[in-house]
């Protein structure tokens, strides 16, 4: 079963950029969705952005224009490019890998994004 650890996590002005990468320890070319959540203290956990294996993209409406998500099949690994990072960005950032047929959830364990002065 694949596993995932997320990494590029830390502290961050606000203005600033972050680049998570999610690396799959087994081949990500049959997962049908990838995507980003996050969770902040005393709320759920929400999609932050989510990519399919053709490559379409989606994204809340509170990060379109400044988040990007994207993956490499070759290299096993998605990323979270974030730029114009905002307080209300903080949050623990989870990757998710799910298939389809057969069906597979699987969470990474998260990293920790602050976005403070």
């Known amino acids: 079963q694949v596993q995932l650890v997320e990494s590029g996590g830390g502290l961050v002005q606000p203005g600033g950029s972050l680049r998570l990468s999610c690396a799959a320890s087994a081949s990500i070319f049959s997962i049908d969705v990838m995507g980003w959540y996050r969770q902040a203290p005393g709320k759920e956990r929400d999609l932050v952005a989510g990519?399919?294996?053709?490559?379409?993209?989606n994204y809340a409406d509170s990060v379109k224009g400044r988040f990007t998500i994207s993956r490499d099949n070759a290299k096993n690994t998605m990323y979270l490019q974030m730029n114009s990072l905002k307080p209300e960005d903080t949050a623990v950032y989870y990757c998710?890998?799910?298939?389809?047929?057969?069906?597979?959830?699987?969470w990474g364990q998260g990293t920790l994004v602050t976005v403070s002065s």
């Open positions: 990519i399919t294996s053709d490559g379409t993209r």
């Open positions: 998710k890998a799910t298939r389809l047929r057969p069906w597979l959830g699987v």
